[in-house]
């Protein structure tokens, strides 16, 4: 890593925790109750409610400190409170960890490389293009491989037939099994959920919608196939000219820790890994105030992040990015 930035990211950390910030209880009570109401949650006794709403204050301090160091210029990110926000930072680790991506044996026969001939935009937003659709949320269900995959495609199809399409996670996490290294809720990858549909096709959301649960394969009604898949070369320059030239990519990424409570701006995570565990798509890229980022579209609704979305900082190699890119060849 770039010893500037492991400089910033040691500031960082000191920085946060000298900036603590007090809370008054009404502000406290407050945020949780908006918290419950927005996200439904409920907890099996008094016991445990009171042990979510400590973690929740504790929590709740640290994004404040943290969005001070925000407003001072200090930090590139802020921070909110979220649907993880009554976890510890392990708990939401094990969560993340528990539905881990699934490595699949071997590459695709198709190796994208960058063309060092090819000049690639200096930004790109494929939202503006038609070829992202809304923000879907994977629930309590391991699925995120399916919403990269279907997000790829998806984009897939705006681009290359001009057929804007709303594709069928739950095709995919009941069909594309274990055959394809993909396992329901537990897990799975994008390759495999490619390979599945470069048989079988795959159903609208419409026709097979999202149940949040693993169920019988009940192939309806294809609207969507592909011919086969191409994985990314490990490196920035290619997945940034990927997606310049194809459009929305599916990507691996190490998702613990620092995106439980992010709201916005560019993540620079000194805690995450090259250790990739969640599947989520880049649907473009760019640069502000001196950083390049990548934009990102998770599955955890838009509740969370930028509206669903997250920048993450470009040209570093954050949280192992590179290391599982992927896109669908219709």
């Known amino acids: ?7 910033l990211i040691s500031l960082i950390s000191c920085l946060i925790v000298t900036a603590c ?34 973690i929740f204050k504790e929590n709740l301090e640290t994004i404040e400190s943290h969005n001070a160091l925000f ?6 990110y802020k921070m909110a409170v979220t649907q993880f926000t ?9 969560y993340v960890n528990k539905f881990k991506l699934s490595q699949r044996p071997k590459q695709s026969e198709n190796i994208y490389k960058a063309n060092p001939n090819l000049t690639v935009a200096a930004e790109i937003d494929w939202r503006n293009y038609g070829a992202v659709t809304y923000v879907k949320n994977q629930g309590q269900c391991g699925s995120c491989w399916s919403f990269s995959a279907t997000g790829s495609m998806e984009g897939q199809s705006a681009l290359v037939n001009g057929q804007p399409l709303v594709l069928s996670e739950q095709n995919l996490i009941d069909c594309a099994t274990s055959q394809y290294e993909n396992y ?13 549909v470069s048989y079988y096709g795959i159903d609208s959301e419409e026709d097979y919608p999202y149940l949040e649960y693993q169920s019988d ?5 294809s609207v969507f196939r592909i011919r086969s898949y191409a994985d990314i070369e490990h490196n920035e320059q290619s997945l940034q000219q990927a997606v310049s030239e194809i459009g929305p990519i599916s990507i691996g990424i190490d998702a613990t820790n620092e995106l439980q409570n992010y709201a916005s701006g560019i993540l620079i995570d000194q805690t995450c890994s090259q ?11 760019g ?3 001196g950083y390049d980022y990548w934009i990102i579209k998770n599955s955890w609704g838009d509740y969370w992040g930028e509206s669903g979305y997250f920048r993450l900082i470009r040209n570093y190699n954050a949280c192992g990015i590179t290391l599982m890119a992927s896109y669908p060849i219709i």
């Open 1 to 7: 890593m770039n010893p500037q930035l492991i400089l």
């Open 21 to 54: 910030q007090a809370l008054t209880d009404d502000e406290i009570t407050s945020e949780w109750n908006t918290f419950l109401e927005r996200t439904k949650k409920s907890y099996r006794s008094p016991v445990e409610a009171s042990r979510r709403l400590a």
């Open 71 to 76: 407003e001072q210029g200090k930090v590139t």
């Open 86 to 94: 009554d976890l510890t930072k392990e708990e939401f680790s094990q």
């Open 184 to 196: 329901g809720c537990n897990g799975g990858n994008m390759d495999g959920a490619f390979e599945y």
């Open 217 to 221: 394969c009940e192939q309806r009604e």
């Open 275 to 285: 250790q990739v565990n969640h599947g989520v798509l880049v649907v473009g890229y």
């Open 287 to 289: 640069s502000e105030g």
